[in-house]
């Protein structure tokens, strides 16, 4: 699957709605990320990897990494979230 075609189905979902993991949710706060500052990464990934069917792992411009899925009902769960203050190698 393409960069574009991965970033269209994640973007229908995030229309329709965004959950989060615990974990993610933890992660976000740590790194006083917002939703806004989410969709930001959504719809303009750097890198996707596909692992698995319906579940990418994303990479941000600099410093962000996260693990989305497309769940069965449409809408996107946020697994985990990365967020470092220097940015990833690669």
């Known amino acids: 699957m393409s960069l574009q075609e991965a970033v269209n189905k994640i973007n229908a979902a995030v229309s329709n709605h965004i959950q989060y993991t615990?974990?993610?949710?933890?992660?976000?706060?740590?790194?006083?990320?917002?939703?806004?500052?989410?969709?930001?990464?959504?719809?303009?990934?750097?890198?996707?990897?596909?692992?698995?069917?319906?579940?990418?792992?994303?990479?941000?411009?600099?410093?962000?990494?996260?693990?989305?899925?497309i769940t069965q009902n449409g809408s996107l769960l946020v697994h985990w979230f990365e967020y470092n203050k220097v940015a990833f190698c690669c």
């Open 22 to 69: 615990d974990r993610a949710a933890r992660d976000m706060k740590r790194a006083h990320f917002t939703e806004e500052m989410l969709k930001e990464i959504l719809s303009n990934p750097r890198k996707v990897e596909e692992c698995g069917e319906n579940t990418y792992i994303l990479h941000s411009k600099k410093t962000a990494k996260l693990k989305v899925e």
